[in-house]
């Protein structure tokens, strides 16, 4: 067995979805490399000689070259993990000799285990203490946007605390105890700005306060955060962008996620 930490390439276009992943591989030894572009992988894999690498087929979309191809000749010794997003492209891995080809989303616990058989002894289990999840409080008068909020946020580990009434809010904080608040903007009555107001006024800077609205203007945005908002996410927004505000904001990322999202951000 090898002393040397495992190097893991993970290029991806949706990396916030796979966070949890990178954060496990690291806990247990691996050096993981992130790129979320085709330049970005090829130059670290260069660099790096990853022995494993985790591939989104969605980066060889106007990609000069097919990264897979490119990779399984570069780096013949490395297993490869190919994920796609459509059925279509499920016949491109035939005969490239990949460890996997998944259709997403796969699991983590899927992908960990295809990992761990890549690098056979190499990803030793170390205890760790149980936590309690974050909680999210959302708040928004409109219930589709709630439910979509909630199904992202708990897929990914987060308890979600939703509310349509902003009026109901400040007297129901101390029984939620949010680690981070998400609040529209528009809504009757109490708007979000005088809501995030009256949370930053009576709990002092107890948990951040992400404002996410469709109202996306400069002046919409210094509004925000004269109202006491820590970041304004628009509104509507992929799933991978909320989760990199809302694992931010939350303090789930470990010292290399930080980094990666800080330069995003």
């Given at each position: ?59 060889n979309s106007g990609s000069a070259c097919d990264l897979t191809e490119y990779f399984r000749g570069a780096h013949p010794d490395a297993e490869m993990i190919l994920l796609s997003s459509r059925p279509e492209q499920m016949n491109r ?145 992929e799933p991978h962008q909320l989760l990199d505000v809302v694992d931010y904001y939350a303090d789930r990322l470990d010292p290399e996620e930080r980094r990666y999202i800080e330069s995003r951000l």
């Open positions: 067995m090898s002393g040397k930490a495992p190097v893991i390439l993970q290029a991806d276009l949706r990396l916030a979805e796979t966070r949890s992943l990178r954060t496990e591989l690291r806990r247990r030894g691996a050096e993981v490399v992130m790129a979320d572009n085709a330049e970005q992988a090829v130059k670290r894999a260069m660099i790096l000689s990853p022995e494993v690498i985790l591939l989104d087929d969605d980066l891995g035939i005969g490239m000799g990949l460890l996997f080809h998944g259709l997403r989303p796969v699991t983590t616990r899927t992908l960990m285990d295809l990992i761990s058989e890549a690098l056979p002894g190499r990803l030793p289990e170390s205890p760790v203490p149980a936590e309690i999840a974050p909680m999210v409080l959302c708040v928004d008068d409109d219930r589709p946007t709630l439910n979509s909020i909630s199904r992202i946020l708990g897929r990914h580990g987060y308890r979600v605390s939703t509310f349509e009434n902003p009026e109901k809010v400040m007297t129901a904080i101390p029984d939620i105890a949010p680690d981070l608040a998400l609040v529209d903007v528009a809504m009757p009555g109490l708007d979000g700005r005088e809501l995030a107001a009256k949370i930053r006024g009576q709990y002092r800077g107890l948990f951040p306060i992400v404002m996410h609205s469709a109202k996306s203007t400069d002046a919409d945005r210094i509004s925000g955060f004269r109202h006491g908002a820590d970041y304004y996410l628009p509104k509507p927004c």
